[in-house]
């Protein structure tokens, strides 16, 4: 066909792009893309046990009596929901004072802290909560007989709560 | 005005032990994030939540910022008597909500 590349003499033949270039531009600009995710600061296990001493103070540490649950794998780390259940008959006399749960990888390692009275009848919280990355979440229950006990629960996260900048 | 949804079953019997679920619409910004040009986005939290029975506290909770936007949450109490119950939010910048439920104890 007259005009076409193939007919024109090689000197004055347009370059048309090669699969081999177009490759080969895509990597270059792949490793030259600055990293958009960087990692912000963020709690580290040694200030969630910073977190949990400031908690517990001196008392002894027990593993057992709380159940924590959070789904074992999270696409979205924005809502996960979170349920902390304590065996205790919450009595007068026995009763879950408050529970706390710890985080080790979100900026801060607090997540919240309930406060109870015998008058729940079931020491049983649920709530949604925000987890930067897959990482081990703690439930400590503080007994009214100055007893503290804990239960750990690790979570693979997919998608990671939204640290990074807004779009 | 920030609205609540409170879930609390309107009778139940005397002693039995009933759930009540919150739920308060809030954006809870954490404050570690930072717009497109890097200014840090102040914090701006729900940071309390109490729950009375007829003016006597049963449950409260101190909030941090890795609880989810518009949090949730689901405790359990004991039904002694028909009266009503108050929930009240208090947060950053002057936030503060209030809602109520009445239940029917037989």
């Known amino acids: 066909m007259a005009g076409s590349r ?3 003499p090689r000197r004055n033949r347009q370059r048309v792009p090669t699969r081999r270039d177009t490759l080969r ?3 270059a600009a792949g490793a030259a893309l600055p990293i958009l995710c960087l990692r912000r600061a963020e709690a580290t296990p040694a200030d969630m046990r910073a977190a949990i001493d400031n908690v517990v103070g001196a008392a002894r540490l027990n593993v057992g009596r709380v159940k924590i649950e959070i789904p074992p794998l999270v696409e979205n780390g924005n809502t996960v929901p979170c349920t902390v259940s304590v ?4 009595t007068p006399e026995a009763y879950v004072k408050a529970i706390h749960v710890f985080n080790e990888k979100n900026p801060q390692p607090n997540v919240i802290s309930a406060r109870l009275s015998p008058r ?4 049983n919280i649920a709530t949604r909560i925000r987890l930067t990355d897959t990482q081990t979440v ?5 007994m009214s007989d100055g007893s503290f006990w804990s239960d750990s629960v690790s979570v693979i996260i997919t998608l990671g709560a939204c640290l990074e900048n807004l779009i | 005005m920030a609205s609540a949804l409170i879930n609390v079953p309107a009778k139940a019997k005397r002693g039995e032990i009933i759930a009540i ?3 308060i619409s809030h954006h809870m910004e954490t404050g570690f994030r930072h717009t497109e040009t890097g200014v840090p986005i102040p914090r701006d939290i729900v940071t309390h939540f109490v729950a009375t029975y007829n003016g006597e506290e049963i449950f409260s ?3 941090y910022p890795a ?3 518009n949090p949730f949450i689901t405790f359990s109490t004991v039904a002694t008597e028909s009266g009503t119950f108050e929930f009240n939010w208090t947060g950053d910048n002057g936030f503060a909500a209030t809602e109520q439920a009445k239940i029917v104890v037989e």
């Open chain 2, 67 to 69: 609880i989810a936007a």
């Open chain 2, 21 to 23: 679920k919150t739920l």
């Open chain 2, 61 to 63: 909770a101190r909030l």
């Open chain 1, 138 to 142: 703690v439930a400590i229950a503080e």
């Open chain 1, 6 to 8: 193939l007919d024109q």
């Open chain 1, 120 to 123: 729940a009848g079931h020491a």
């Open chain 1, 25 to 27: 531009g895509a990597i």
């Open chain 1, 87 to 90: 065996d205790s008959p919450m």
